[in-house]
Structure formats: C-alpha cells, structure tokens
Nanobody
Framework: QVQLVESGGGLVQAGGSLRLSCVAS????????MAWYRQAPGRQRELVAV???????NYADSVKGRFTISRDNAKNTVYLQMNSLKPEDTAVYYC??????????????WGQGTRVTVSS
C-alpha cells in the first residue's frame, strides 16, 4: 500500500507564491514519474506539470515560466513551486505518481488534493 500526502495549499493574493509538497509513503521499491494535476470548479482535471524519474520536466502552457516542478528522490517527495499566481490558478491540486512496489509491479497513486485559492 502506498499513500501520497499533499501540503502547502492555501489562500494567496494574485502575484503571490505558494509551494506545494507531496510525500509518498508505504511499500515503495522506487518512484517513477511524478506529476501535479489540478481541477477547478466545474472543469475537468488537467495536467499541470510532470517530472520523470530522471528529472525531465514538462508543463502545461498555462503555467510555463511561472511554475517549477522538482523532486527529491531520497525523500520520495515532489514539489510544485508556483509563482506569479493568477485567479485562474484557483483549483484543487492533486499529486500523482507511478510507484514500483516491487521491481516489476507499477501502481498509479493519487493524493487527496490540496486547495489553492488565488484572490484578485
């Protein structure tokens, strides 16, 4: 069993910054790709950023240049640094990870979400 726990959400004014963290725990052999998704009210969940086990990153066009995803493999943790926040970034942010529980068994795991609210 593997769990992802997010933290760092909250209320911030437009132009401000937040840093989200997501820690994986449980029966982990090694972590695969890790990602952040978000879901705004009335909208579908969308990919925000992804980072591979090797450190390659990719971002949604809407956050390029403002958000940075990073990871600490020793701590099984992924971060999302969010700068120059806009009201349209308001959403529940979810951590997602591929987790090997054995050398051959790969699970996809989701966190419970952390809410980010950006006021204008």
């Amino acid at each position: 069993q593997v769990q992802l726990v997010e933290s760092g959400g909250g209320l911030v004014q437009a132009g401000g910054s937040l840093r989200l963290s997501c820690v994986a725990s449980g029966s982990i052999f090694r972590m695969n790709a890790m990602a952040w998704y978000r879901q705004a009210p009335g909208r579908q969940r969308e990919l925000v950023a992804v980072i591979t086990s090797g450190g390659s990153t990719n971002y949604a066009d809407s956050v390029k240049g403002r958000f940075t995803i990073s990871r600490d493999n020793a701590k099984n943790t992924v971060y999302l640094q969010m700068n120059s926040l806009k009201p349209e970034d308001t959403a529940v942010y979810y951590c997602n990870a591929g987790v090997y529980t054995t050398p051959y068994r790969l699970l996809e795991v989701w966190g419970q979400g952390t809410r980010v609210t950006v006021s204008s």
